[in-house]
């Protein structure tokens, strides 16, 4: 599905908003502490690749390859594929962290995408999520249900009422307390694979 978060221009001006806002915070501390060999998925125009620090050795993917032109003037040193969440083209245990930013809101199967990840990730391996969420309040959950299909369509996929934080601990991780930050739907945690 083709809409606003598939045009790098508009997607891009948003996301600077966003990080003027603050979210460029948040990106830092998802990524900022990382080594080893991380997988970022649906890593857009490459607004978080900028974050990684010199001991990690990121590849990251997209499944649009106008966002992926983008991210690649970016983050130039970054290996960029094409692959969706759902398919992930690398072999099970290969990875010690997988990164998600802004993105489990538009994955079609979000039970697969997360078994995908589960399956590269190494034994003791992190998943790392800034996601927004269903609101826990019945008022702002029952709004994100009445926007979410004209908003699904006009932004390209975008489901602003997501439980991804349940649907995570239902696909085998377990979400660590202690790094847990949340404001408003919007939450950034590590979870490790169980």
Known sequence: MRGLEHIPLLY???MSLGDALGLSRWRRALVGDLHGQ????G???GRTLTYYPDGADPVALDPDPALLARAARRAP?????VAAAEALPFPGGRFDAV???LVFCSVDDVPGGLAEIHR???DGGRLRMLEHVRATSPFWARLQDGIQPAWTRLSGGCRPNRATEEAVEAAGFRID?????VRGVLRCFSASKQ
């Open 12 to 14: 891009d001006a948003g």
């Open 77 to 81: 040193h970054v290996p960029l594929l």
């Open 99 to 101: 990164v998600t930013s």
């Open 38 to 41: 991380v997988l970022e998925i």
């Open 177 to 181: 307390p202690g790094a847990h930050k």
């Open 43 to 45: 890593c857009g125009t």
């Open 120 to 122: 590269v990730l190494k």
